[in-house]
């Protein structure tokens, strides 16, 4: 993508959301870190069914712990790799309360210490949570990132040290959102909806499927 259209590219998904969020559900930044770890490999919405009468119950690492991995299991068996899952959260709760006072932390290498928890999900932390200037490159960013032109690169951490290099202000504390959104409703894997798309004539992306269902120049 040329350079002097990054930024009109951002300024109009901002004017469309200008405060996009998380479609995750989470009551603190200890939920919010769990239901994190647990969309891994599945949908934000099958992740907020199955948190639903979690997080009523369970709002910090203590009350996890005491949860159980078996009780844990009883919640979310509907999500992909519960059993794994189940395991790793109930490992970063009791490492929260030995290493942190209870607290997630606000630090990159102290997240990813943490079972489960890797750079996309420290990203989303530290970015939500703590309205830091990150970008998490999961599927949706990755091939709108490459599709578009905007940053192109051959693995995620590619992808995002070319989308936080390109990136202008003030647009990095939300671009993770919009490019997620736009992913998920716009900019679809088989079928990209260019022809309802508000950034299209900055995008890369040939033949732009101009119609519904119809492909061209």
Not at 1 to 10: G, N, Q, R, W, Y
Not at 14 to 26: F, K, Q, S, V
Not at 122 to 143: P, S
Request: glycine share 8%; hydrophobic share 40%; aromatic share 6%.
């Amino acid at each position: 993508m040329a350079k002097a259209d990054i930024e009109p590219f951002f300024a109009r998904l901002a004017a469309a959301n200008p405060e996009p969020e998380t479609e995750l559900d989470y009551v603190n930044t200890y939920t919010l870190l769990v239901a994190v770890v647990l969309s891994a490999q599945a949908t934000d919405a099958g992740v907020n069914r199955a948190t639903r009468r979690l997080f009523q119950e369970v709002q910090d690492p203590a009350a996890m712990v005491a949860l159980g991995v078996e009780g844990l299991k009883a919640h979310i068996r509907t999500i992909g790799l519960f059993n794994t899952k189940a395991e790793n959260v109930i490992a970063l709760s009791k490492a929260l309360i030995e290493k942190h006072g209870g607290e997630v932390p606000a630090d990159r290498d102290a997240l990813e210490a943490l079972p489960g928890v890797g750079r996309k999900t420290a990203n989303v932390v530290l970015n939500i949570a703590f309205g830091e200037e990150t970008c998490a490159v999961d599927t949706h960013i990755f091939r709108v990132g490459n599709r578009t032109g905007l940053a192109r690169g051959k693995t995620p951490l590619a992808v995002e040290k070319g989308l936080m290099k390109a990136i202008p202000q003030p647009y990095r504390r939300h671009a993770h959102h919009w490019l997620i959104l736009h992913g998920r409703y716009v900019c679809k894997a088989r079928t990209p909806e260019c022809w309802r798309c508000t950034v299209s004539e900055y995008c890369r992306f040939t033949p732009k499927t101009v119609i519904r269902g119809v492909s061209g120049d």
